[in-house]
């Protein structure tokens, strides 16, 4: 075996860019938008990456026309988190192998830093902020459809719950993919992220189902629940677990009638709590159908984005802002206008209920932007790029001590850029 060498600065960050690609579970079905404008000046906290959104129009009837103003919409995504991972090293440790060193430092670091951003991310996309509870910024709003029963996990065989309250494989699954083909999201690059639970229930659900035998062989060899139902199937340890509200489950509450200052509703009734990321249905309100505006049959769903203690009568703030469809109307959302005295029922569960979110989504729902970080003139420092991720790399040595100390970063943001091509399935 010949003599180790040193360890370079490209080629300790290259096997960390590896090695995070492949440890991310929830971003590595994403968009991911690697924004070279900030490239040569580096990037800092507070700037924005603007994601442009697909355009609607309303089709008319007739020879006559009347010409529709074409109006681009964009989300903002805010940089606002630096995912850093310091570390120091001896000369002696850089004289190891490539191998040795990914072993026992890359790996477990960047394990950390995967489940990091992973858990952060996940955390947004559900109620709107980090799992530090720093806001997104930027972005349109957290996933307002919740499908499945609260409190039991995806895959569970028995029980009575029918309709989108479903739990069983397949029917969970195929009602996410009902949700996501209403929204009319493309048939392909779709994935559902399961926890190890629901991982678990479904593929001893999907045993006795018939599969290709090669899909049940590698089911049964791996223990992981194989693509189906239309989507790719993850198992994410990193899936947030939800903590509904204090409010009752179900019950008629006052809606505002109008909707001219934003989106909330009133609510009347003791001091019982909301939180962000709570979704519920109101009575005669129905979901509609995004290229044709017609009604879907399922009753849309709306999202609260700030959580809020009940004080007597209560404004709060929900999303997304209801727009009722009709003619010439391009982006409508419900089939009528949410009122007062229809019923209200929580899909995030009973009071206080723990949930599992897993998630089924279109890669175009959600988006990871990255942005290249400076590499001082003072220090040795190198930056790598792979699918839309950017990492830098420092190093800065201490002769009194004869170490080197490390840092890895990775500068970003993410935004939940198309909420309605995804779907939370509870657990």
Not at 76 to 86: D, E, G, S, Y
């Amino acid at each position: 075996m010949g003599a180790n060498t040193i360890l370079t600065d490209a080629k300790i960050t290259k096997e960390c860019m590896s090695y995070l690609h492949n440890s991310l579970g929830f971003l590595k079905s994403v968009s991911r938008d690697y924004d070279k404008n900030f490239a040569n000046t580096g990037a800092k906290i507070g700037n924005t990456i603007n994601v442009r959104l697909p355009n609607r129009y309303s089709v008319q009837q007739g020879p006559s026309i009347t010409p529709q103003a074409t109006a681009e919409t964009s989300v903002a995504l805010t940089i606002n988190r630096q995912w850093v991972v310091p570390m120091t090293f001896s000369s002696a440790e850089l004289t190891l192998s490539i191998d040795e060193f990914s072993t026992r430092y890359i790996q477990p670091a960047i394990s950390k830093l995967a489940s990091q951003m992973d858990l952060d991310c996940y955390k947004a996309a559900i109620t709107g902020s980090f799992a530090d509870s720093v806001a997104v910024g930027g972005g349109a709003h957290p996933v307002n459809f919740t499908i499945g029963t609260p409190g039991t996990t995806p895959g569970t065989t028995g029980g009575s719950a029918t309709g989108l309250l479903q739990y069983n494989s397949p029917s969970v699954y195929l009602n996410a993919g009902r949700i996501l083909n209403i929204n009319a999201a493309p048939l392909r690059d779709r994935t559902c992220c399961i926890d190890p639970g629901a991982n678990a229930a479904s593929v001893s659900a999907s045993s006795s189902l018939y599969n290709p035998s090669s899909i049940v062989s590698k089911q049964y060899k791996n223990g992981m629940f194989a693509d189906a139902h239309g989507f790719d199937m993850v198992m994410d340890q990193n899936v947030y677990t939800f903590l509904a509200g204090t409010r009752a489950i179900s019950g008629v509450q006052t809606m505002q009638a109008t909707w001219s200052s934003g989106a909330t509703f009133s609510m009347t009734g003791g001091s019982a709590t909301m939180t962000a990321g709570d979704t519920f249905t109101v009575a005669d309100c129905y979901h509609v159908n995004p290229e044709t505006q017609q009604s879907t049959g399922v009753l849309a769903q709306w999202v609260v984005t700030t959580g809020v203690t009940m004080s007597g009568t209560t404004s709060v703030a929900i999303a997304p802002t209801p727009i009722v469809a009709g003619t010439g109307v391009a982006n409508g959302n419900c089939s009528v206008a949410p009122t007062s005295g229809k019923a209200i029922v929580w899909t995030t569960g009973a009071t206080i209920t723990s949930s599992p979110q897993n998630l089924a989504f279109h890669k175009e729902a959600f988006v990871l932007g990255t942005a290249d970080l400076e590499l001082p003139p003072d220090v040795k420092a190198h930056r790598e790029v792979m699918d839309g991720i950017s990492m830098r790399f420092l190093r800065q040595y201490d002769a009194m001590s004869d170490f080197s100390i490390y840092r890895i970063d990775v500068l970003g943001g993410f935004a939940v850029t198309r909420p309605e091509l995804a779907v939370r399935i509870a657990g």
